[in-house]
């Protein structure tokens, strides 16, 4: 800040000049001590000047009695899982009150490399939202998939030197962090070393081992979903994320052992939220609401979203309303139902309404396209031969993304292959490599996601994003996956040796660069031909559900292009029992 801002700051503050903006007839929601008061809110270049009492000013908003909140932060979210481009991401969340989110990349760096970070960090310049990139700790994810690329600790120090990242996000490989391996040491050194923080993901993980996790300088996990775990990583020091996302709904479950002594450790996130579910039932606003009616004190609730957040990010300049911070503020009309009516960035009013107000610029998709390449592709691939009639199947947990490791007996043909019965609750899921032609192939079985017809083939398979398809013969599933390298990724549904639908996703195979009302109207559909024309489960998101059968981080059982991986033990597991 220069000398000459500073001193405007300072005349604003002290009322010797009058206020670029000045909020007036508000109630101000003082985080620090969970009250509220009276006032005004005087901004000035972007910042709040002062607050409480009378000022004067350029331009005057009477706020009518709603209440002034901090703007909303989302300490972990990843872009890509909206299934838009980063500025229609920032169009559709400004509204909900979200001002900041620390967002994580590695689904399209997963696929790009370090392109895909350019691409998202230059395309986010084009919406008000302000979102801070983390820079992917573990791509791949594990050492039992193939993505298409791998960032090493020397790969890392540029993005963190430069600023245009902030931190290492979610530290996946807890495995390699509590067995010490040498590669895994020097990410964290390079980032320990640069004074950066680096956030967690340790599901299931206690007792030694979780303190090994911890001392390696893990300071937050977004992965609990027990009671036990919450306790755990409080205990020992860690904020804990709560999750509310379209498939992970972690937060009422949590919520039950959030307390007055232990709430300033408790940060609310969305991680994995769809354009369809921002549409539908908001972000932030929609936790804190969901807080409330958990019976948590609605100013404790903002604290969860604004202040705690920004204490655990390390965002000094923001996360209350206060003087010299940012003038990012959500004016709320209701505390109950937690309604947005207005919203602040860097005192610019950007949305109102539920509607953005400022124009949506496109960045050029051009370098992040044609992301779909496979090799020796063929139907006989996706043969499952099995030596027994019993397997290991990944059993689907609505609403989670882990799973169970389920022992089922199934059929088999005379050549000791699968054949899906319809009288079993078990379908084929296949893996197939998709970034450098190197032709693997690995097949297994899933339960309970209840596909009876034809096939589903998308290419958003966290993390290391490799064609997944499930489907009940191999036929469909192979006229599935050759469609998904048609249009270059996306999502496909087939039967009777007919596509039914697709929804193209050109950025990175991940994103669409249509709006969101768009994809959500097409996802919407997809939906209904999966449910109808599939038989898939009612009670589970044929997308976002299968997309998470790949993921080798969470426990018990996934699929990767290599193989089926026992997460516990982290190491690979015939299909046959």
Known sequence: MKKERLKKLIDVAAGRLPADLVLTNGKIIDVYNARLMDG????????????????????????????????????????????????????????????????????????????????????????????????????????MENSGAVISAGDMIEPLTSGETKGLAEFMDFPGVINAESDILDKLLVATNLNKRIDGHSPQVYGKDLNAYIAAGIQNDHECSTLEELQDRLSRGMYVFLREGSVTHNLRTLLKGVTPNNSRRTVLCGDDVQAKTIIEKGHLDNSLKICVEEGVDPLVAIQMATLNTAECCELKDRGAVAPGLRAD????????????????????????????????????????????????????????????????????????????????????????????????????????????????????????YGIKEGAIAISIAHDSHNLITA??????????????????????LTKNNQVLMSIPLPIGGLMSDQSGKWVTTQLEKFNEVAYKELGINHNVDPVMTLSFMSLAVIPELKITDMGLVNVSRFEFEDVSV
């Open 471 to 492: 489907g009940t013969n191999d036929q469909d599933m192979a006229l599935a996956v050759t469609a998904l390298k048609d249009i270059q990724g996306g999502m496909i």
């Open 329 to 448: 503020l959500a004016i709320i009309s209701d505390l109950t139902e937690m309604t947005v009516s207005s919203v602040y960035i860097a005192g610019e009013k950007v949305a109102e309404a539920g509607s953005y107000l400022l124009e949506t610029k496109s960045y050029p998709i051009d370098s992040v396209q044609s992301s779909v390449h496979l090799a020796n592709f063929s139907q006989d691939k996706l043969v499952l031969p099995l030596t027994s009639n019993r397997v290991h199947a990944i059993e689907v947990i609505p609403n989670e993304a882990i799973t169970l490791d389920r022992e089922i007996d199934v059929n088999r043909d005379a050549a000791g292959n699968f054949v899906y019965d319809s009288s079993i609750p078990v379908a084929k899921i296949s893996v197939i490599e998709r970034h450098h032609e190197t032709g693997n192939v690995f097949t297994g079985v899933l339960k309970d």
């Open 40 to 143: 005004d809110v005087a901004i000035v270049d972007g910042v709040i000047a002062g607050i409480g009492g009378h000022y004067n000013g350029k331009t005057v908003v009477d706020i009518h009695g709603q209440f002034i909140s901090p703007g909303f932060i989302d300490p972990h979210i990843h872009v890509e899982s909206a299934y838009v481009s980063p500025e229609e991401f920032g169009r559709l969340m400004t509204p909900h009150g979200t001002t900041t989110v620390m967002a994580d990349p590695h689904e399209i760096v997963n696929v790009a490399g370090l392109t895909g970070l350019d691409y998202m960090i230059n395309a986010a310049k084009e919406t008000a939202l302000d979102i801070q990139y983390m820079l992917p700790s573990c791509v791949p994810a594990t050492k």
